[in-house]
């Protein structure tokens, strides 16, 4: 069964970096396309970014050029480089599928405050 550990989140002041990891188990990662998804308090989850089999990734518009997201096959592992972080990029973040297939993780919160 696939699982997922997000990691890295934390209180941050605004204009500030995170870098969030998300490890995987239980799939041929190299195969998927993964995607790093948030939920702020009282809102839906939202697509951050996302990053396909082949390496292309696409990003949701508010994040493109402040988000980065990567992986890294052999450890089967996929990050979120935040920075310019600004108070309305509180939220859960967490990872998965493309599609949302897998189970959800704890997600890893991020706190943007001054």
């Known amino acids: 069964q696939v699982q997922v550990v997000e990691s890295g989140g934390g209180l941050v002041q605004p204009g500030g970096s995170l870098r969030l990891s998300c490890v995987v188990s239980g799939i041929i990662f190299r195969f998927s396309s993964t995607a790093w998804y948030r939920q702020a308090p009282g809102k839906q989850r939202e697509l951050v970014a996302s990053?396909?089999?082949?390496?292309?990734?696409t990003y949701a518009d508010s994040m493109r050029g402040r988000f980065t997201i990567s992986r890294d096959v052999a450890k089967k592992t996929m990050y979120l480089e935040l920075s310019s972080l600004k108070p309305e990029d509180t939220a859960v973040y967490y990872c998965?599928?493309?599609?949302?297939?897998?189970?959800w993780g704890q997600g890893t919160q991020v706190t943007v405050s001054a």
């Open positions: 990053i396909f089999s082949d390496g292309r990734t």
């Open positions: 998965n599928s493309a599609g949302r297939a897998w189970p």
